[in-house]
């Protein structure tokens, strides 16, 4: 276990990139030279626990970089980490029943219908099955809001609502629910999430001034996109041709546009490709491109993998191969993204201890789903995660949304003694109750893993 006085060694067997201390409570990171990446190593043998006030048998060298690192603060006391800790205990929000959310940002799924056949498909089992919403599912969510929010005012300034689907510009009705939704919010900003097909034949007919940022589906080049979403079908290769177009007449048009790729064994390879083509089509060269990639999940899973497209090897050599591209890289394990998050943020940027992995306020990030249910976030899966309903009755449910709010790793006993709690945080809520655990542990309870990540630390600056 590459643990050190609540201090993670990063790079410890990396060939690639330099070793560094990453403090778990703090977020303080600290580059190690070669000959104190050894002197920590024989430290790390000595050490009787993670505690700093255990007696130990150092030698002169070995003290004075352990007398360095306490007093630059790499290295807490038990009585400087109980205090931080206390402080974090004293300000969290326990036993909080209907914490208003400051702001409300939902998602709202139009439909489950969908114009492709991708074959891992997260909602494969509902899909195609001619569920739609109506203005009158609309008028239902705009209500659902107004009966329980502290403030009505609230409701009209939402920031951001998510749309998203199945295929959300599935037709004429479905882009007619989106102008609809733009009425009864009017302040609002959309972030849309489509496999771009429809992209040119309804542009004309969105709200653009209303869309902040459209996010399209591509998996890579023309023939492996098309194979993975059009499974066992023979598609227009215009198809792919038509969503680029779309790609580039929203950039053109100073639309934000995130293009999301789905990664596994059989497609990883042909990234590459699928980059050269974006900037051959100056996409990828728009200050207004992003781009991300993740890959398929299965929440019963100790790492939230779907083996049937990658096992944990195939995990590795994804990584391996995007290392070897100098891209930086993405956290592919579920459970790894809130410490990815902490390592990769700008260099003086502290790192404020978190307890809770999500934004459990009430009313806060909700998805209002076409089977009626309210999920508390856009994991939808198997029903799990439902907090109310709204069509065609509204209700929440009073218990889930209390535990939801005080799920926090500083009132799990088996999590507050944990060094990985800060960056744990319990791991995600949905794996839990696809697990039946209160908390999961991810990748912090697996020590190859942790072994063996790897982070440029030089990407902070860079």
């Given at each position: 276990m590459a643990l050190i006085f609540n201090n993670l060694i990063i790079n410890k067997n990396s060939n690639r990139f330099q070793p560094f201390l990453f403090n778990l409570v703090s977020g303080r990171r600290k580059l190690l030279t070669a000959d104190e990446f050894k002197i920590i190593c024989s430290i790390m043998t000595k050490q009787s626990d993670f505690s700093l006030n255990q007696p130990n048998q150092f030698n002169q060298t070995e003290q004075m970089?352990?007398?360095?690192?306490?007093?630059?603060k790499q290295f807490f006391t038990d009585e400087d980490r109980?205090?931080?800790?206390?402080?974090?205990?004293?300000?969290?929000?326990?036993?909080?029943?209907?914490?208003?959310?400051?702001?409300?940002?939902?998602?709202?799924?139009?439909?489950?219908?969908c114009n492709m056949r991708c074959v891992y498909c997260y909602i494969k089992p509902y899909i195609n099955n001619n569920m739609y919403l109506t203005k009158n599912h609309i008028d239902a969510i705009y209500n659902f809001y107004h009966t329980y929010s502290d403030d009505p005012a609230k409701i009209d300034t939402t920031p951001i609502i998510g749309i998203t689907g199945g295929e959300p510009l599935s037709n004429d009705e479905t882009v007619e629910l989106i102008n609809y939704i733009v009425s009864k919010w009017p302040e609002s900003k959309l972030k849309l999430l489509t496999n771009g097909v429809n992209l040119l034949k309804y542009y004309n007919k969105l709200p653009l001034k209303s869309i902040e940022s459209v996010s399209v589906s591509l998996d890579g080049p023309k023939e492996i996109h098309l194979e993975r979403r059009y499974h066992g079908l023979s598609p227009e290769a215009k198809i792919y041709?038509?969503?680029?177009?779309?790609i580039k007449i929203l950039l053109e048009n100073e639309i934000a546009v995130k293009v999301s790729s789905v990664i596994d064994k059989s497609n990883y390879h042909h990234y590459k490709e699928l980059m050269n083509l974006l900037f051959r089509e100056n996409i990828s060269c728009s200050p207004l491109f992003e781009h991300d990639f993740g890959l398929t999940l299965d929440y019963s899973h100790p790492l939230d993998i779907d083996c049937n497209f990658n096992t944990k090897e195939d995990v590795y050599k994804i990584k391996d191969h995007f290392f070897d591209l100098g891209m930086r890289m993405q956290p592919l394990f579920l459970s790894s993204s809130k410490l990815f998050e902490a390592l990769g943020r700008s260099n003086n940027e502290p790192m404020i201890p978190k307890h809770q992995r999500c934004n459990s306020s009430f009313l806060a990030n909700y998805y209002f789903a076409c089977d009626g249910n309210v999920y508390f976030c856009d994991c939808v899966d198997d029903g799990k995660g439902v907090v109310g309903t709204y069509f065609p009755n509204i209700s929440v449910d009073k218990d889930i949304v209390s535990k939801l709010q005080n799920r926090s790793t500083m009132n799990n006993d088996k999590c507050r003694i944990c060094p990985y709690k800060f960056v744990c945080l319990g791991g995600c809520l949905l794996s839990a109750r696809k697990q039946n655990k209160e908390m999961v542990c991810g990748i912090y309870e697996d020590e190859e893993i942790l072994d063996n990540l790897e982070f440029n630390y030089y990407w902070i600056t860079n």
């Open positions: 970089l352990f007398d360095k690192l306490k007093a630059e109980n205090i931080i800790e206390a402080k974090i205990l004293k300000a969290g929000y326990f036993d909080i029943d209907y914490k208003q959310a400051d702001e409300f940002t939902f998602t709202i799924e139009l439909t489950r219908n041709d038509d969503i680029i177009k779309g």
